[in-house]
């Protein structure tokens, strides 16, 4: 049975810091890209950061320079270091990740809530 299970998100002043963690099981996770998706109130969910099996990432123009994604294949783990945050970084953050050969098999966490307020 796959797992994610999503930790680190609260309230944050502008201009703050939070890491995200993404802890994985019941599928070979070094064998998977993973990925932080976010939903803000009222807007579409958004890919924020992706990390590849081979340690590539890519990231949404908004966050660049901003928050970084990595991984520890040894316990199972993605992160998402979060720098300099803006109210706008606001919002529910997932960790999603998709079958190497099948993207309609997908699997999400239950989210981690972010708040960036003062």
């Known amino acids: 049975q796959v797992q994610l299970v999503e930790s680190g998100g609260g309230l944050v002043q502008p201009g703050g810091s939070l890491r995200l963690s993404c802890a994985a099981s019941?599928?070979?996770?070094?064998?998977?890209?993973m990925s932080w998706v976010r939903r803000a109130p009222g807007k579409e969910r958004l890919l924020v950061a992706r990390?590849?099996?081979?340690?590539?990432?890519n990231y949404e123009d908004s966050v660049k320079g901003r928050f970084t994604i990595s991984r520890d294949n040894a316990k199972n783990t993605v992160f998402l270091q979060m720098n300099s945050l803006k109210p706008e970084d606001t919002a529910v953050y997932y960790c999603?990740?998709?079958?190497?050969?099948?993207?309609?098999?997908?699997?999400w966490g239950q989210g981690t809530q972010v708040t960036v307020s003062s």
């Open positions: 019941g599928f070979t996770f070094g064998r998977y890209d």
């Open positions: 999603y990740t998709e079958h190497p050969y099948n993207s309609r098999v997908n699997y």
């Open positions: 990390i590849t099996s081979g340690g590539s990432t």
